[in-house]
């Protein structure tokens, strides 16, 4: 039987096109059920979510379900920590690495941030590194911007492949240390490029920390943009922007609460 060899690559070509777009469309969990719900089913492969909350709104409970969930479908997962010392980050991820599978450590990269910015250099943090564990690393840069983002484009180049998650905590800090203008600069070539790269990045932005136009800016060359605000003892979402999402009830404020590391929405 004959068989035409251009018209067989064409076929391939076809199918494998077809493969492409159906994976631009599926969704991808943020680790809750009901948040995936609300925005419709998921987040799509390169869209980055700005989380701006509000102190006591379990902004980190968000952030763990997204990690677990990525590392749970296999994903690598890359954290960026500016507020926290090594050892805090240590003890924060205590309760999350109890739940997460057999050989999460090859999926999981902590990057401290914070040691030689915030934390100046301390040899309380340095000696740390003595006998780390292999998956939290120190980044020496962070203190500068440009050196910064310059380590930031060998992550992106030699770490990131489709569907790797990012979470970057926090903008706010970024911001203190490097200043307005930096941090803008550095979100407005990075948010493109982990899109362009089919990433799924949260980013943290405390809330009423920051002047309009910081904001603006940031939201505008965001995908998604979440705020979660407290009112006496009651937490709530809204999604401020949503992407391709046009249905009004994606924008609805919602009650949740929060219990151990389940976030759970008022029905």
Same mark, same amino acid.
């Given at each position: 039987?004959?068989?035409?060899?251009?018209? %067989? #690559? @064409? *076929?391939?070509?076809?199918?494998?096109? $077809?493969?492409?777009?159906?994976?631009? +469309?599926?969704?991808?969990? =943020?680790?809750?059920?009901? %948040? #995936? @719900? *609300?925005?419709?089913?998921?987040?799509? $492969?390169?869209?980055?979510?700005?989380? +701006?909350?509000?102190?006591? =709104?379990?902004?980190?409970?968000?952030?763990?379900?997204?990690?677990?969930?990525?590392?749970?479908?296999?994903?690598?997962?890359?954290?960026?920590?500016?507020?926290?010392?090594?050892?805090?980050?240590?003890?924060?991820?205590?309760?999350?690495?109890?739940?997460?599978?057999?050989?999460?450590?090859?999926?999981?990269?902590?990057?401290?941030?914070?040691?030689?910015?915030?934390?100046?250099?301390?040899?309380?943090?340095?000696?740390?590194?003595?006998?780390?564990?292999?998956?939290?690393?120190?980044?020496?840069?962070?203190?500068?911007?440009?050196?910064?983002?310059?380590?930031?484009?060998?992550?992106?180049?030699?770490?990131?492949?489709?569907?790797?998650?990012?979470?970057?905590?926090?903008?706010?800090?970024?911001?203190?240390?490097?200043?307005?203008?930096?941090?803008?600069?550095?979100?407005?070539?990075?948010?493109?490029?982990?899109?362009?790269?089919?990433?799924?990045?949260?980013?943290?932005?405390?809330?009423?920390?920051?002047?309009?136009?910081?904001?603006?800016?940031?939201?505008?060359?965001?995908?998604?943009?979440?705020?979660?605000?407290?009112?006496?003892?009651?937490?709530?979402?809204?999604?401020?922007?949503?992407?391709?999402?046009?249905?009004?009830?994606?924008?609805?404020?919602?009650?949740?609460?929060?219990?151990?590391?389940?976030?759970?929405?008022?029905?």
């Amino acid at each position: 039987m004959y068989i035409d060899v251009h018209c %067989l #690559d @064409k *076929i391939l070509l076809m199918h494998e096109t $077809l493969r492409l777009c159906m994976e631009k +469309e599926k969704r991808y969990s =943020t680790g809750i059920q009901d %948040l #995936d @719900k *609300i925005i419709e089913g998921g987040l799509f $492969l390169g869209e980055n979510v700005v989380w +701006e909350a509000e102190s006591g =709104t379990f902004a980190r409970e968000f952030m763990n379900a997204f990690i677990k969930q990525g590392i749970e479908e296999g994903h690598s997962v890359i954290y960026l920590d500016f507020i926290y010392p090594p050892q805090a980050i240590i003890f924060h991820f205590q309760p999350l690495i109890k739940q997460l599978p057999k050989g999460w450590e090859d999926k999981f990269l902590v990057l401290d941030c914070f040691t030689d910015a915030g934390g100046q250099g301390e040899l309380v943090f340095s000696d740390f590194y003595d006998q780390a564990p292999s998956w939290i690393r120190k980044v020496p840069s962070s203190k500068d911007p440009d050196r910064f983002h310059h380590f930031f484009g060998r992550i992106e180049r030699e770490f990131v492949t489709p569907g790797t998650r990012l979470v970057f905590y926090s903008l706010s800090m970024m911001e203190q240390i490097w200043g307005q203008e930096a941090v803008k600069t550095f979100f407005s070539h990075v948010c493109p490029a982990l899109y362009a790269y089919e990433t799924l990045a949260y980013w943290l932005l405390i809330k009423h920390a920051h002047p309009v136009d910081f904001i603006t800016k940031i939201e505008h060359t965001t995908q998604i943009a979440i705020d979660l605000s407290k009112e006496q003892d009651r937490t709530y979402l809204t999604v401020r922007k949503g992407g391709q999402r046009y249905s009004p009830s994606v924008y609805k404020k919602r009650e949740y609460s929060a219990k151990g590391s389940e976030i759970t929405f008022k029905k």
